[in-house]
C-alpha cells in the first residue's frame, strides 16, 4: 500500500496497492473512483464519480454522495 499524497490535478487524493487504486475528495471524503484490474490486467474505473474534486460542493441535492468519515 503506498502512502498518501497530495491531490492531483483534479483535486483528489490516491491511495493504492498492487490491483486497486482509490481515489477521494476533502469534501466529505466522497469516493470519486475506484480502479480495479480484470482477469486480463485492465484497469477499470467501477464508481460513477465527477472528474473534478471541485465540482462536488457544488452540487444541491446531496453534496457528499455517500457516507461521511468520522460520522
Known sequence: LTA????NEDGKYII???GIRLAFTNHGAALTNLWLNN???E???IVLGMDD??????QTSNPYLNGVIGM
Not at 498518501?4 to 491531490?7: G, M, R, S, V
Not at 474534486?53 to 457544488?58: R, S, V
Request: glycine share 6%; no cysteine.
Open 4 to 7: 498518501l499524497w497530495p491531490t
Open 16 to 18: 493504492q496497492a498492487e
Open 53 to 58: 474534486a471541485l465540482d462536488y460542493p457544488q
Open 43 to 45: 484497469e477499470l474505473d
Open 39 to 41: 482477469t486480463h490486467g
